[in-house]
């Protein structure tokens, strides 16, 4: 059965008097446990259809659903709760907060659970430990370098243990090396974990890495999903 | 609670602008402190006055002084109980900087009408014997080292000549009003030294009943209606007032100007605290995409405000109240009794709140509204 439904899907934004159909009336399935390459160049709607999943835009006619909740039909208070329990993102630019240390970034999305204290403190420190950064929890952002920065906010897109991941551009901004790691990593807490991931990406190595393909060109599919070699693997 | 270190980790974000911003709204509660406080003092100090007393001065003016002789005539009239008299003398002591009170009384009478000045009985029966001695407030014990017994010369201003007293007793007012900072001599000396003048600067006057004051007030007037010094008679509180009405200008002027720079600061300070608070804007973009709802954004918003100004206002306005009696501060004599009400503290913590709303509730109403993707692709 699909995790994520999309079904019958537009969306359009107005910018100024220009009226911008992303898309329209697009349908779609990914399943649990999948690992999913959304490419495309830009402007075709991948980062959308991703803020679509994660509730942080709705669509302007359709539905989404994941795991069998219509997120599009939630209010915000609703959303904020559900992206908490279910949604864990990663950004282009790590958006880490400065403030905070790697260990209080990772905790953060433990501070909406019920979780105790000792009980954030132990989830924390298997989320920094599965991403290889548990001699680093004391650091603040600035003394970790781009590849730790994206694996410590992977990390915090683990640690309450989402339903599904969205990550966008995960390896945008680093260098060949960190980014293999980074893909790694994701790959591993796929197999090993059985997470299922979303990947917006521009990057055919990376999309590689993912089970399935998708790409988009002008808010259409232009071709049937498609498994990469990772999927045979 | 566990929310708190987030709002401890963005107030030390950029820690010298929030000392910066506290210390801003700490000076403006503590000069508003201090403001209030002159008008409260001065306010307290017309409030001084006992129900039965009344003071008889010259009808031209507080300078001119009323014959000695009136005494004995007030004294017959009818509900008139008790009778003092006093004269401004106005020496000064040392290089005369630090400013005191000092006037010579009818010392027995006197300290019978104002049981507010307290002192041993001892130290009382030495000064009502001895002609040359003098009575002074604790804290002029302190302000200039003086002893017990010790010798005190001032220099007469408006009474020339060297005057000096020994030290018999030491009073502590029992009324903040009356002032602790006082020097008190005999009459009959002072009425010596200047040639048996038979003057005296006003009279107190203690009545029988407080519904005879106005009755009794215009028999003292009506009485010497007619003399070559008229009189005008009101109660203390009256008299007292006089002296806060001189006052009337200058403190309406220091809480215009005062209040005006306190509002300046906090208009300053609001808009510190509010630009750090758009400086974040796509952090709580972020916050929100983990699932940090509106209300409780807005709620970080406004308790990391409110940590500012409560803290602000903790040092300004408990730095007036403890700061003030630390160095004894009485206006050099102006304002005795100066003390920060638990009234200006109230009115100075709903500044603090006033500010923590007005610097609080734009930033954290923006935070809540803010829409994430729009938020995100400016951060993106």
Same mark, same amino acid.
């Given at each position: 059965?699909?995790?994520?439904?999309?079904?019958?899907?537009?969306?359009?934004?107005?910018?100024?008097?220009?009226?911008?159909?992303?898309f329209?009336?697009?349908?779609?399935?990914?399943?649990?446990?999948?690992?999913?390459?959304?490419?495309?160049?830009?402007?075709?709607?991948?980062?959308?259809?991703?803020?679509?999943?994660?509730?942080?835009?709705?669509?302007?006619?359709?539905?989404?659903?994941?795991?069998?909740?219509?997120?599009?039909?939630?209010?915000?208070?609703?959303?904020?709760?559900?992206?908490?329990?279910?949604i864990?993102?990663?950004?282009?630019?790590?958006?880490l907060?400065?403030?905070?240390?790697?260990?209080?970034?990772?905790?953060?999305?433990?501070?909406?659970?019920?979780?105790?204290?000792?009980?954030?403190?132990?989830?924390?420190?298997?989320?920094?430990?599965?991403?290889?950064?548990?001699?680093?929890?004391?650091?603040?952002?600035?003394?970790?370098?781009?590849?730790?920065?994206?694996r410590?906010?992977i990390?915090?897109?683990?640690?309450?243990?989402?339903?599904?991941?969205?990550?966008?551009?995960?390896?945008?901004?680093?260098?060949?090396?960190?980014?293999?790691?980074?893909?790694?990593?994701?790959?591993?807490?796929?197999?090993?974990?059985?997470?299922?991931i979303?990947?917006?990406?521009?990057?055919?190595?990376?999309?590689?890495?993912a089970?399935?393909?998708l790409?988009?060109?002008?808010?259409?599919?232009?071709?049937?999903?498609?498994?990469?070699?990772?999927a045979?693997? | 609670m566990?929310?708190?270190?987030?709002?401890?980790a963005?107030?030390?974000?950029?820690?010298?602008?929030?000392?910066?911003?506290?210390?801003?709204?700490?000076?403006a509660?503590?000069?508003?402190?201090?403001?209030?406080?002159?008008?409260?003092?001065?306010?307290?100090?017309?409030?001084?006055?006992?129900?039965r007393?009344?003071?008889?001065?010259?009808?031209?003016?507080?300078?001119?002084?009323?014959?000695?002789?009136?005494?004995?005539?007030?004294?017959?009239?009818?509900?008139?109980?008790?009778?003092?008299?006093?004269?401004?003398?106005?020496?000064?002591?040392?290089?005369?900087?630090?400013?005191?009170?000092?006037?010579?009384?009818?010392?027995?009478?006197y300290l019978?009408?104002?049981?507010?000045?307290?002192?041993?009985?001892?130290?009382?029966?030495?000064?009502?014997?001895?002609?040359?001695?003098?009575?002074?407030?604790?804290?002029?014990?302190?302000?200039?080292?003086w002893?017990?017994?010790?010798?005190?010369?001032?220099?007469?201003?408006?009474?020339?000549g060297?005057?000096?007293?020994t030290?018999?007793?030491?009073?502590?007012?029992?009324?903040?009003?009356?002032?602790?900072?006082?020097?008190?001599?005999?009459?009959?000396?002072?009425?010596?030294r200047?040639?048996?003048?038979?003057?005296?600067?006003?009279?107190?006057?203690?009545?029988?009943?407080v519904?005879?004051?106005?009755?009794?007030?215009k028999?003292?007037?009506?009485?010497?209606?007619?003399?070559s010094?008229?009189t005008?008679?009101?109660? %203390?509180? %009256?008299?007292q007032?006089?002296?806060?009405?001189?006052?009337?200008?200058?403190?309406?002027l220091?809480?215009?100007i005062?209040?005006?720079?306190?509002?300046?600061?906090?208009?300053?300070?609001?808009?510190?605290?509010?630009?750090?608070?758009? %400086?974040?804007?796509?952090?709580?973009?972020?916050?929100k995409?983990?699932?940090?709802?509106?209300r409780?954004?807005?709620?970080?918003?406004?308790? %990391?405000?409110?940590?500012?100004?409560?803290?602000?206002?903790?040092?300004?306005?408990?730095?007036a109240?403890?700061?003030?009696?630390?160095?004894?501060?009485?206006?050099?004599?102006?304002?005795?009794?100066?003390?920060?009400?638990?009234?200006?503290?109230?009115?100075?913590?709903?500044?603090?709140?006033?500010?923590?709303?007005?610097?609080?509730?734009?930033?954290?109403?923006?935070?809540?509204?803010?829409?994430?993707?729009?938020?995100?692709?400016?951060?993106?």
């Amino acid at each position: 059965m699909a995790l994520v439904e999309i079904r019958d899907v537009y969306k359009s934004f107005q910018r100024d008097t220009q009226r911008i159909d992303v898309f329209t009336g697009l349908t779609l399935d990914i399943d649990a446990g999948s690992f999913t390459a959304l490419m495309g160049p830009s402007g075709s709607g991948k980062s959308t259809l991703l803020n679509l999943i994660a509730g942080l835009d709705k669509p302007t006619r359709g539905t989404v659903r994941v795991g069998g909740e219509a997120v599009s039909e939630m209010s915000a208070s609703q959303l904020a709760a559900w992206r908490a329990r279910h949604i864990g993102f990663v950004f282009q630019s790590f958006n880490l907060l400065p403030v905070l240390t790697a260990y209080q970034n990772v905790e953060l999305p433990l501070l909406l659970t019920r979780l105790s204290g000792k009980e954030r403190n132990e989830r924390v420190k298997i989320a920094l430990d599965v991403v290889g950064l548990a001699d680093r929890a004391d650091h603040y952002p600035r003394q970790l370098s781009g590849g730790q920065e994206q694996r410590t906010a992977i990390a915090r897109a683990i640690v309450a243990d989402p339903t599904v991941m969205l990550l966008d551009e995960p390896t945008g901004q680093l260098d060949a090396k960190s980014s293999q790691e980074v893909l790694a990593l994701l790959q591993r807490l796929n197999s090993e974990f059985t997470k299922t991931i979303i990947i917006v990406t521009h990057d055919a190595h990376a999309a590689e890495r993912a089970k399935m393909v998708l790409h988009l060109e002008k808010g259409d599919l232009i071709e049937k999903p498609r498994a990469t070699a990772a999927a045979l693997r | 609670m566990k929310y708190f270190r987030l709002v401890l980790a963005n107030l030390g974000r950029h820690r010298l602008r929030t000392v910066l911003t506290i210390l801003s709204v700490a000076l403006a509660l503590f000069l508003f402190a201090s403001l209030r406080s002159v008008t409260t003092t001065l306010a307290a100090t017309a409030q001084f006055g006992g129900a039965r007393r009344l003071v008889t001065t010259n009808a031209t003016g507080l300078v001119f002084p009323l014959p000695l002789a009136y005494g004995n005539r007030i004294k017959a009239l009818p509900g008139v109980t008790g009778l003092s008299w006093a004269n401004w003398f106005g020496g000064k002591y040392g290089d005369g900087k630090r400013f005191f009170a000092n006037f010579a009384v009818d010392a027995e009478s006197y300290l019978k009408i104002y049981p507010e000045i307290v002192l041993p009985a001892d130290q009382r029966d030495a000064f009502l014997k001895d002609r040359t001695g003098a009575l002074i407030g604790k804290r002029l014990l302190s302000q200039f080292g003086w002893k017990l017994g010790q010798n005190v010369t001032l220099q007469g201003t408006i009474f020339p000549g060297d005057w000096t007293f020994t030290v018999d007793g030491v009073y502590t007012p029992t009324d903040p009003a009356i002032g602790d900072d006082v020097l008190i001599f005999h009459h009959d000396y002072f009425d010596e030294r200047i040639g048996r003048a038979g003057i005296a600067g006003w009279y107190i006057v203690e009545i029988d009943d407080v519904s005879h004051a106005p009755a009794v007030a215009k028999s003292i007037d009506d009485l010497f209606r007619n003399s070559s010094s008229p009189t005008k008679t009101g109660t %203390e509180r %009256e008299f007292q007032a006089t002296f806060a009405t001189m006052w009337g200008n200058v403190s309406f002027l220091m809480s215009t100007i005062g209040l005006a720079v306190v509002f300046a600061i906090l208009l300053v300070t609001a808009n510190a605290m509010m630009m750090s608070a758009r %400086e974040r804007t796509g952090e709580i973009a972020v916050l929100k995409t983990i699932g940090f709802s509106d209300r409780l954004l807005f709620a970080l918003v406004m308790v %990391e405000a409110g940590v500012m100004a409560l803290t602000g206002a903790v040092l300004g306005l408990g730095g007036a109240k403890l700061f003030y009696p630390a160095i004894n501060f009485n206006g050099l004599g102006f304002l005795p009794g100066f003390t920060v009400a638990p009234s200006t503290l109230i009115i100075g913590a709903l500044v603090a709140i006033g500010l923590m709303l007005a610097s609080g509730l734009a930033p954290a109403l923006r935070a809540a509204r803010l829409p994430i993707v729009q938020a995100l692709r400016h951060v993106e």
